[in-house]
């Protein structure tokens, strides 16, 4: 099977700052990787599919890049919202869907 | 507006079987391109992908738990019911219905409240 490997595991930042997190495949995917935002005692919002394409709705200061194996979610300027837990997720048609496991992104 | 809602018991005991039902709106499982799938998410743990029933019925499982997982659809209720047998512990989790988005884009874009199940005796 495909796995997904973020790093890093915690992160501390501060408001307004811009930050990245990184995600690896164990094998080529393409640009089948998701990106999700989960805080707590909620369900997962979709921020990103397909690598690189915005949600409906999500704030332009996220973005994502990446294809085949390596991936990043980049937050242009943090704000107080954002301090959350965040997945990547992949597809493939061999082996389904699989999530990393995760990157908490908290308040310096 | 897409919605999905999780119901079923809260507690199971070991080796049970645990039945639970999405019931969705805003959307139906016979138009071309749907799909809804089950992700569980263990206490302070990662979420983890389960089942994906496709329009077409056709089904995709995760392959470490195929053996214990059925998924079913009733387009006539708008419902999808997972069943996993031989409940233990380490399936203690909170557990996601979900709508996969639109074809091409391997990603879910709507899920529900989620159901935590506790596995104890």
């Known amino acids: 099977d495909i796995q997904m490997t973020q790093s890093p595991s915690t992160l501390s930042a501060s408001i307004g700052d811009r930050v990245t997190i990184t995600c690896r495949a164990s094998?080529?995917?393409?640009?089948?990787l998701a990106w999700y935002q989960q805080r707590p005692g909620k369900a997962p919002n979709l921020l990103i599919y397909k690598a690189s394409t915005l949600e409906s709705g999500v704030p332009s200061r996220f973005s994502g890049s990446g294809f085949g194996t390596e991936f990043t979610l980049t937050i242009s300027s943090l704000q107080p919202d954002d301090f959350a837990t965040y997945y990547c997720q992949q597809y493939n048609s061999n082996w389904g869907y699989t999530f990393g496991q995760g990157t908490r992104l908290e308040i310096k | 507006q897409i919605t999905l809602k999780e119901s079923g018991p809260t507690l199971v005991k070991p080796t049970q079987t645990l039945t639970l039902t999405c019931t969705f709106s805003?959307?139906?499982?016979?138009?071309?391109?749907?799909?809804v799938g089950w992700i569980r998410q263990p206490p302070g743990e990662a979420l983890e992908w389960l089942v994906v029933v496709y329009w077409n019925d056709d089904k995709r499982y995760r392959p470490s738990l195929k053996s214990r997982l059925t998924v079913t659809k009733d387009t006539s209720k708008d419902q999808v019911v997972l069943t996993m047998t031989d409940m233990d512990p380490v399936d203690t989790a909170t557990y996601y219905c979900?709508?996969?988005?639109?074809?091409?884009?391997?990603?879910?874009?709507?899920w529900g409240q989620g159901t935590l199940v506790t596995v104890s005796s």
């Open positions: 979900v709508h996969l988005g639109a074809p091409g884009t391997a990603s879910f874009d709507y």
């Open positions: 805003g959307f139906s499982l016979t138009t071309f391109g749907v799909g």
């Open positions: 094998q080529n995917i393409d640009n089948w």
